[in-house]
Structure formats: structure tokens, C-alpha cells
């Protein structure tokens, strides 16, 4: 097996100080990357600010006979997303890889969550994201190689209680990621979305106050862990990591699971559903009702990488159902 090596790229990881991103820098500059380690050095609730967390980590790589240089900007403002690009660029003259890994949580219940907690969450993941993101891209494009790597959650794609921000901005970088594939494919760059599943300090993060929802405690509680015992460490994730962004992985427009040693690319599908006569008027809630058993059936369903591809879907319905 041909070994993974990224010896002429370079990356850039945000909130590389620690945890996940940490584990990401280390690996891919033990390959051959330049890496920029970018991380303002907050807690895991983003309070306070320090050089340290990123120091430590390019240290270790140099010490390891890598090349790396840190980056303390945030990434909640365009000016850091900027300056963090252009730190690549005075560096090692490129970007070819662009990790947005840099995160926090407020937790709360949803009721209760407050602008500054809503706001904070989505200035960092998914704002963070765009900020960084933009010029990465500009970057990759004129070179005509890019790999883009967003972290999302599961607690956006399947849900958790007591983290509607989160997961509204996990959600969004789905979206996010899902135009930067399509859009970059024109210039050979790709795009995924990874849910990472760790015990990294964002775990120190979570109010065990969303077991007052009795249905999601129950989940909890009753959750087969068997498979998961010290394999929800932080380095189980980043062998997907690493294949995900380097030239030997063509994957784009996808969203991948990393949980308990278990890889597995996770789909968006829509049931074929049921089809209102043609020619007829719009439909009834009464037709809906009548129907929903078959609007919900998931034995025939597509896969749509577009908007226009689910126009395509339809139109095969309506011809398995013989309305056209």
C-alpha cells in the first residue's frame, strides 16, 4: 500500500493548539506538510486568549524535524480569517489543504439561549468558517488544487438536546461545504464535511442538564456503548482526516462519521414519496394525509448532489407512479 504523504503541500488547521486539531497538525506534518497551526489559545467555552497553545504544538513538530509556524488570529472576524491565510503564504508560498476545525461550546437549553451564546457560536464555526475559507480558496484556485476539510457534528445531522446553536452552525457548514464542492470543482478543489466523534476538553463543556428531556435521556442511557470503550479518543479520527485531504482521496460532497473506530460516509436522501395527479389542481392537506404513508415510505429513494437533481427525481417518480 502506497503511503500518504503530503511532502510538497501545505496546511492550514484552525484551533490546532489542542484536542482534534492538535492531532490533525501533528499527523500530517510527520507526512511532509508545512503547517500553519492556527489557534487563539481560548478555553474550550472560547474565554481568554494565549500563544501557548499554538507554540507548544509547532514546537513539537520542529523538535520532530517538521516545519510549521503558529498563527494566534480568530476566526471570527475577517481579518483574522485573512491573516491567518496570509501567514501560509509568507511562510511556505502556498495553501493547498484548509482544516476548519476551530470551536467551542455554550451550551444551554434552547428556550433560554441567549443572543451572545447564539452569536458566539455562529461567529466561530460557521462565520469562522467563511472567513478562513475565502481566501484559502482564492488561493487553491490559482493553483488548481485545493482539499477543504469543515467539521460538522452529529449533533447537527441526528440532534442533541441543550445545543441548538451548535448544531444550527454545525448545519450550516454542511451547506457551506456542500457549494464550496460544487463550485471548486471547476478548479480542482474538494470539499467534505467530517462529524468527529471525541473526548476531547469540549466534552469538559457539556451541562449534563439536557437529561431533564426524558425521551433524550432515555437515549442516552440506553445506548449500546460496547463498541466505544477508549475508542472515542481524539487520534481515532484523523486517519479519515488525513486521507480526506490528501491527492489520493478525488471524494467531494461529502459528509463523513468518524465514531468509535467505525468510518462511514453519511448520505442526504429523499424518499421517492408520493406524486399529485398532473394536470390536477394542487393537492389537499386531506390528499397529504391520505398519502403520508407513502411520502414517508423509504423503499425507493435518490441521492441529489444538486437542487436540479431533484428535479430529475421527481420526474422518475412521477414515471414509476405512472402520473406522466
Given amino acids: 500500500m502506497t503511503e500518504i504523504r503530503f511532502d510538497s503541500r501545505v496546511a492550514i488547521i484552525t484551533g490546532a493548539g489542542n484536542g482534534l486539531g492538535r492531532d490533525y497538525a501533528l499527523e500530517l506534518a510527520r507526512r511532509g506538510a508545512r503547517v500553519v497551526v ?7 467555552s472560547g474565554q481568554g486568549e494565549s500563544h501557548n497553545a499554538a507554540d507548544l504544538v509547532v514546537a513539537e513538530i520542529r523538535d520532530a524535524g517538521g516545519q510549521a509556524v503558529a498563527n494566534y488570529d480568530s476566526v471570527s472576524n475577517r481579518e483574522g ?20 476545525n476551530a470551536g467551542f461550546l455554550r451550551n444551554g437549553r434552547f ?29 487553491m484556485r490559482r493553483n488548481g488544487y485545493g482539499r477543504f476539510l469543515f467539521t460538522g457534528s452529529a449533533s447537527a445531522m441526528f440532534g442533541h438536546a441543550w445545543q441548538a446553536n451548535y448544531a444550527a452552525a ?39 442538564g439536557f437529561m431533564e428531556i426524558p425521551a433524550f435521556a432515555q437515549a442516552v442511557r440506553s445506548a449500546d456503548y460496547a463498541a466505544s470503550a477508549d475508542r472515542v479518543e481524539v487520534p481515532f479520527n484523523t486517519p479519515l482526516v488525513v486521507y480526506l485531504v490528501s491527492e489520493q482521496c478525488t471524494s467531494t460532497h461529502g459528509i463523513y462519521s468518524a465514531n468509535s473506530g467505525r468510518y462511514a ?28 404513508d407513502a411520502i414517508c415510505d423509504p423503499a425507493v429513494y435518490h441521492e441529489p448532489l ?18 406522466i
Fill in 38 to 44: 492556527n489557534d487563539l489559545g481560548g478555553s474550550g
Fill in 306 to 323: 444538486t437542487v436540479y437533481d431533484e428535479f430529475t427525481a421527481v420526474a422518475n417518480a412521477a414515471r414509476r407512479q405512472s402520473v
Fill in 111 to 139: 428556550e433560554d439561549l441567549t443572543d451572545q451564546q447564539i452569536d458566539s457560536i455562529i461567529d466561530v464555526h460557521l462565520k469562522g468558517a467563511f472567513h478562513v475559507a475565502q481566501p484559502a480558496y482564492r488561493a
Fill in 265 to 292: 460516509k453519511v448520505r442526504i436522501a429523499a424518499a421517492d414519496g408520493w406524486v399529485a395527479p398532473m394536470g390536477m389542481p394542487p393537492p389537499s392537506a386531506e390528499d397529504i394525509a391520505a398519502h403520508f
Fill in 170 to 208: 454545525k448545519g450550516g457548514l454542511m451547506g457551506l461545504s456542500h457549494v464550496v464542492a460544487i463550485e471548486g470543482a471547476a478548479y480542482g478543489i474538494t470539499s467534505n464535511l467530517l462529524m468527529p466523534t471525541a473526548q476531547s476538553r469540549l466534552a469538559a463543556e457539556m451541562d449534563a
Fill in 81 to 100: 480569517g485573512a491573516s491567518i491565510v496570509q501567514t501560509a503564504l509568507d511562510a511556505f508560498g502556498r495553501v493547498d489543504i484548509c482544516i476548519n
